[in-house]
């Protein structure tokens, strides 16, 4: 059930521009329970309906709490392509819930706040390092690879780039992960 720690020093094996969204909440007003427990309970129905389909882009996530107020999710994606069409996407459950809540917003806003974050980090824009550590985060969602494999210092990991990269051709986390560019985007 939980995750064995890999002995020694990691590395992600994200290749290409990692797309990060971070996506929260933040408890207002306690006693506002049916304006904030419904918004609460709609993020892991997400997670769920994304889980059951992997080519809808979502590689990973982490579900942090910040308080006892406020609660999110870091999610790694394929392509912020992926990401806004699931967020559009009239037969998923994200579409429903955004309508829901706008219906209630003047109600709940005082007793829920919503935020997110998106950021598309270039390829050589990040690095990280995991050191006796089961696969987490980034790794979590892309794999994990020996240290050595993108330098020892955070300076030769930032300097990495992928050999379609120096060749001129784009990566993705779609191509990393063994899929060709473009298939599953735009649906």
């Known amino acids: 059930m939980f995750a064995k720690p890999i002995p020694g020093r990691m590395t992600a094996a994200a290749e290409g521009d990692v797309v990060v969204l971070l996506i929260g909440m933040r408890i207002n007003h306690f006693r506002g329970v049916h304006h904030w427990l419904p918004v609460l309970a709609a993020m892991p129905r997400m997670l769920r309906e ?37 967020a559009a996407a009239p037969d998923m459950f994200h579409r429903r819930a955004w309508a829901i809540i706008n219906r209630k917003e003047k109600k709940s806003r005082q007793h829920v706040g919503l935020w997110h974050e998106t950021y598309v980090v270039p390829e050589g824009g990040y690095e990280s390092i995991y050191a006796d550590m089961p696969p987490y985060g980034l790794a979590a969602a892309t794999g994990v690879l020996p240290i050595a494999a993108r330098g020892r210092r955070g300076a030769d990991r930032l300097a990495h780039r992928s050999s379609e990269r120096r060749s001129g051709v784009k990566k993705t986390a779609a191509t990393t992960l063994g899929r060709p560019a473009g298939e599953g985007e735009g649906e």
């Open 50 to 86: 994304l889980g059951r389909n992997k080519d809808r882009g979502l590689l990973g996530y982490t579900l942090l709490t910040g308080s006892p107020r406020t609660y999110y999710v870091v999610q790694y994606w394929e392509s912020k392509e992926k990401l806004y069409a699931y």
